[in-house]
């Protein structure tokens, strides 16, 4: 059974900085894509960071988030940092397969960033 786990959320302060963790059981980090979206209160999920075969940003957070992704300890991270109010959002981990049909999500974890 694959399992996707985030870790690391929580209030800060803008300008501040986080680290979110994802952690996988179950799977082959080698064999997908993975990714973090971010759905805000009333918006759609939208994407934040991928790491495939290339790495793509949202422009809204290019050049201060960075993803990564350490396959043999099956764990993503998304470091964040000059987070703004606007970061605001419950933050998911996604693993796509590169060439099945299958995809797996986490089940959150909140971004708050507030003074």
């Known amino acids: 059974q694959a399992q996707l786990v985030e870790s690391g959320g929580g209030l800060v302060q803008p300008g501040g900085s986080l680290r979110l963790s994802c952690a996988a059981s179950?799977?082959?980090?080698?064999?997908?894509?993975m990714a973090w979206y971010r759905q805000a209160p009333g918006m759609q999920r939208e994407l934040v960071a991928r790491?495939?075969?290339?790495?793509t940003y949202a422009d809204s957070v290019k050049g201060r988030f960075t993803i990564s992704r350490d396959n043999a300890k099956k764990t993503v991270y998304l470091q964040m940092s000059s987070l703004k109010p606007a970061d605001t959002a419950v933050y998911y981990c996604?693993?796509?397969?590169?060439?099945?049909?299958?995809?797996?999500w986490g089940q959150g974890t909140q971004v708050t960033v507030s003074s």
């Open positions: 996604n693993a796509d397969h590169y060439s099945l049909a299958l995809q797996y």
């Open positions: 179950g799977l082959s980090l080698s064999f997908y894509a």
């Open positions: 790491s495939g075969f290339s790495t």
